[in-house]
Every structure is written in C-alpha cells, then in structure tokens.
C-alpha cells in the first residue's frame, strides 16, 4: 500500500524559511511528476511546484525565486524548500505522486501539513 508522509511544517514569522519533506513508501511505479500542492484558508488547492521524471521543475508565479523543489530518489522523498515565507503563504501543504496506471494516470496524495507564517 502506498502511503505519502509529510513533514516539517509549522510556525515561521515573515521572511523565514521551512523545509517541507514528502515520503513515500509502498510500490509507486511509472512516477510521471512529483509535486506540491496548497490550500489557504478560504481558497482551492493550487499548484506549488512540480518536479518530473526528468527533473524539470516548474513553479507557481508566486513562489518563483523563494521556493525550490527537489527530489532524493534513494530516500523516496521529495522537497519544497520555502524561503522570504510569506503571511500569504499560510496553508495546508499536500504532497502529490502523478504516476502513469493501465487506464491512465492516478494521484497519490499525503495528508498535509500546515504552514502558518506570522508575526
């Protein structure tokens, strides 16, 4: 069974950074992306940055130049290095496998973590 476990959110004043980190564990085949994703209060879930098999990245406007997503495929985990943090940048942060399955694609996600930036 596969299971993502993230980690490393919490509370940050403005301008701080975190660390956020995504474990994966179980059988997880044909991984097209990895990527992360968020949800603010009030607000849908967007795209944070994504990562693909060939290591391209791509970024929300809005984190572009404070963020960077990276991988570790010995330790199935993958990144998102959030530095200049943002009060807009509070949300809930949920890891995201795209991975290709027989009939198409299928998406695995973790349970979140909160990252909550204030003074």
């Known amino acids: 069974q596969v299971q993502l476990v993230e980690s490393g959110g919490g509370l940050v004043q403005p301008g701080g950074s975190l660390r956020l980190s995504c474990v994966a564990s179980?059988?997880?085949?044909?991984?097209?992306?990895m990527g992360w994703y968020r949800q603010g209060p009030g607000t849908q879930r967007e795209l944070v940055a994504v990562?693909?098999?060939?290591?391209?990245?791509n970024y929300a406007d809005s984190v572009k130049g404070r963020f960077t997503i990276s991988r570790d495929n010995a330790k199935n985990t993958v990144y998102l290095q959030m530095n200049s943090l943002k009060p807009e940048d509070t949300a809930v942060y949920s890891c995201?496998?795209?991975?290709?399955?027989?009939?198409?694609?299928?998406?695995?996600w973790g349970q979140g973590t909160q990252v909550t930036v204030s003074s």
């Open positions: 990562i693909g098999s060939d290591s391209s990245t």
């Open positions: 995201n496998y795209h991975t290709r399955a027989a009939w198409g694609t299928y998406d695995y």
């Open positions: 179980g059988n997880i085949f044909s991984i097209i992306s």
